[in-house]
């Protein structure tokens, strides 16, 4: 076989080294070599490059700081060469290995979401926190024993991967009682990590590149991001305070023969607004003509007040054939950490929905999924929670009669809109900055919900606190 006559030098102990150093002195193979031995003396020549190089870190010859540049170089020399895992370990490199190409964001204007920033600033300058939307009191201490109980009888191991069937059961049981309309639990029942898992696995089941999604703004932060991601584009339409009531003709006005989802979300955050019967009837009519899903978050299903109806989708059957409505156990339980959420819909969509979340989680927490069953099989209907928040809005509101702030009207959710024009003609960012820092209350700016920036004059104030943090954060809010 080979070509050239070999004399073994006593510093060359291994075959790549050998062939390696007659390369290197220039002695090749013939043309009729067969390619894949010319590439393994490449690649031996590559691997014998590199020894070289890394027996020279070792000595201290070359510094550590320059020895994963000249790898680099060697890569672009030998571009075809495979190289063993081995031959990439380097015992004594311990400094920065820069990427040589550099990562594409999928989401280059993301950044940290402004929730985040608010309870940082608010932590840092000791301000009572009613930016974050959850409570800042427990849940029910019988619904952590229930899910302590299953914890230790051993369920602690996957789920299936659409959910516990006892409690997609007894969701569907609640539906029937609640809105009238029978979801069959084995097919049109999917429990996910969280609302926004539904929404994330939702939305890329159906948003394909080019298609477009309308999105009403403001909007809670997971929909664009979801969308974007699935190549989708969003269709803004403005919900205009002081109500922020949907203006369907606007509505008429962006749909187009593109549009695959309108995103609703009844109980609205963080305006409060809840949709009516008169909505559902636009809404009807508008999907007449048009292929359009509607995708619906109902996760402040059950905090809708003055007597007021929750309008689920799932109660209007024509639009429930081709609607994922998806909600969420953290709000109705206080339990937001645990973040177990679900979606339902005909077969056929869900089937898509369950593609995607089979593998975004797979399986949600099994012993949480035993507990909810029981305590939504006990009490499907939930009915103390929506008085619950209505007294908390009402305590926020006496509270902070007589300060400069006006409140907005609030039919739902536990969020509280306060109009502060009276006291600040600064932009919404600004002022709630301010707000953290001279007076020592966090709210949220309505801007980070809108895809322009510079909304002014109206703050997100959560009323989801303990009685005792509504007053100290009134009393401050009422003396600016
Ligand atoms: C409108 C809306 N949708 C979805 C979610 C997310 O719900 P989950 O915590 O179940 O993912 C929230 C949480 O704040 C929300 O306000």
Redesign the pocket.
């Known amino acids: 076989m080979p070509d050239y006559e070999v004399v073994v030098m006593p510093e060359y102990r291994y075959r790549s080294e050998i062939l390696a150093a007659l390369l290197l002195h220039g002695v090749y193979p013939k043309p009729t070599t067969p390619p894949a031995l010319v590439h393994e003396f490449v690649s031996d020549l590559y691997r014998f490059e590199l020894r070289r190089l890394r027996d020279r870190l070792v000595r201290g010859e070359i510094p550590r700081d320059g020895y994963y540049d000249r790898v680099v170089e060697l890569r672009r020399k030998y571009p075809l060469v495979s190289v063993k895992p081995e031959f990439w370990t380097v015992p004594l490199y311990h400094g920065p290995m820069p990427l040589t190409g550099t990562v594409r964001s999928k989401l280059p204007t993301t950044g940290v979401s402004i929730f985040t920033t608010m309870t940082q600033l608010a932590n840092e300058h000791g301000a009572i926190n009613l930016s974050q939307?959850f409570p800042d009191f427990d849940c029910d201490p019988a619904l952590v024993e229930t899910v302590a109980k299953y914890l230790r009888a051993g369920f602690n191991q996957y789920a299936p991967m659409p959910g516990l069937l006892a409690l997609r059961e007894a969701l569907s049981e609640k539906v029937v009682r609640l809105y009238g309309h029978r979801y069959d639990p084995v097919t049109e029942v999917l429990v996910t990590s969280?609302?926004?898992e539904a929404?994330f696995s939702t939305l890329t089941a159906l948003v394909h590149r080019g298609d477009e999604v309308i999105v009403f703004e403001p909007a809670?932060d997971s929909y664009v991001p979801a969308i974007q991601l699935s190549g989708g584009e969003p269709r803004f339409c403005t919900l205009r305070g002081p109500d922020y009531r949907i203006d369907w003709d606007d509505v008429r006005s962006v749909l187009s023969p593109r549009t695959r989802v309108i995103l609703l979300?009844s109980p609205h955050?963080p305006t409060g607004a809840v949709l009516s019967r008169d909505d559902i009837a636009e809404l009807t009519l508008i999907l007449e003509h048009t292929d359009a899903i509607v995708v619906t978050?109902e996760?402040y299903e059950h905090i809708v007040f003055d007597g007021l109806r929750h309008e689920s989708l799932a109660r209007y059957p024509a639009i429930a054939n081709r609607a994922v409505v998806i909600s969420?156990f953290?709000k109705t339980y206080h339990t937001?950490g645990w973040?177990v959420?679900y979606a339902m819909a005909p077969a056929g969509l869900i089937t898509e929905v369950q593609r995607v979340h089979q593998f975004v989680t797979f399986a949600v927490n099994t012993p949480v999924q035993h507990a909810y069953a029981e305590v939504v099989q006990a009490d499907p209907v939930r009915t103390d929670l929506a008085s619950f928040y209505q007294r908390k809005r009402d305590l926020f509101l006496s509270l902070i009669e007589g300060s400069r702030f006006r409140p907005l009207a609030c039919q739902g959710t536990y969020f509280q809109l306060l109009d502060y024009t009276p006291i600040s003609e600064s932009d919404d960012t600004a002022f709630a900055l301010q707000l953290i820092r001279e007076h020592g209350v966090a709210a949220i700016p309505l801007s980070p919900f809108m895809h322009e920036p510079g909304a002014r004059g109206v703050l997100r104030f959560c009323f989801a606190k303990k009685d005792e943090t509504l007053q100290r954060a009134s009393e401050r809010l009422r003396a600016i």
């Open positions: 939307g969280g609302a926004t929404l809670y979300n955050n978050d996760v969420s953290g937001t973040k959420g």
